[in-house]
Nanobody
Framework: QVQLVESGGGLVQAGGSLRLSCAAS????????MGWFRQAPGKEREFVAA????????YYADSVKGRFTASRDSAKNTVSLQMNSLKPEDTAVYYC????????????????????WGQGTQVTVSS
C-alpha cells in the first residue's frame, strides 16, 4: 500500500521560511519522480516543483524559482521542499505526489502523470 505523508506546514509571516517534508512508503523510492503541487481556495491545483528519480534534476514553477528548493533523501524515503522568502500568494494546501516514471520538463508539471498523492498540508503566509 502506497502512502505519502506530508508534514511541516503552518502559519508564517511574509518573508519567512517553512520546510515541508513528504515520507513515502510502499513503493520503490529510487524509481519514482516526486512532485509538489499546491491548491489555493477557488483556484486550480498548480505545479510547484519536481525532483527526478536520481535527485540530480529539479524543476520549478516560475513563481517559486529562486525561493523554493526541492530535495530528496533516498536513505529515508523522503522528499523536502524548502520554502524561503514566502509571500501571501504562496498560501495554499501543498501536496506531494509520486509518479512511477521518469518525467521530464513537461511531464513533471502535469498532475495527471502522478499516481499517488499525499493528504496535503496547509501553508498560510500572512502579510
Amino acid at each position: 500500500q502506497v502512502q505519502l505523508v506530508e508534514s511541516g506546514g503552518g502559519l508564517v509571516q511574509a518573508g519567512g521560511s517553512l520546510r515541508l517534508s513528504c515520507a513515502a512508503s510502499g513503493l520503490t523510492f529510487g524509481s519514482i519522480t516526486m512532485g509538489w503541487f499546491r491548491q489555493a481556495p477557488g483556484k486550480e491545483r498548480e505545479f510547484v516543483a519536481a525532483i527526478s528519480r536520481s535527485g540530480v534534476t529539479t524543476y520549478y514553477a516560475d513563481s517559486v524559482k529562486g525561493r523554493f528548493t526541492a530535495s530528496r533523501d533516498s536513505a529515508k524515503n523522503t522528499v523536502s521542499l524548502q520554502m524561503n522568502s514566502l509571500k501571501p500568494e504562496d498560501t495554499a494546501v501543498y501536496y506531494c505526489a509520486a509518479a512511477p516514471d521518469g518525467l521530464g520538463y513537461g511531464g513533471s508539471r502535469d498532475h495527471r502523470r502522478y499516481d499517488y498523492w499525499g493528504q496535503g498540508t496547509q501553508v498560510t503566509v500572512s502579510s
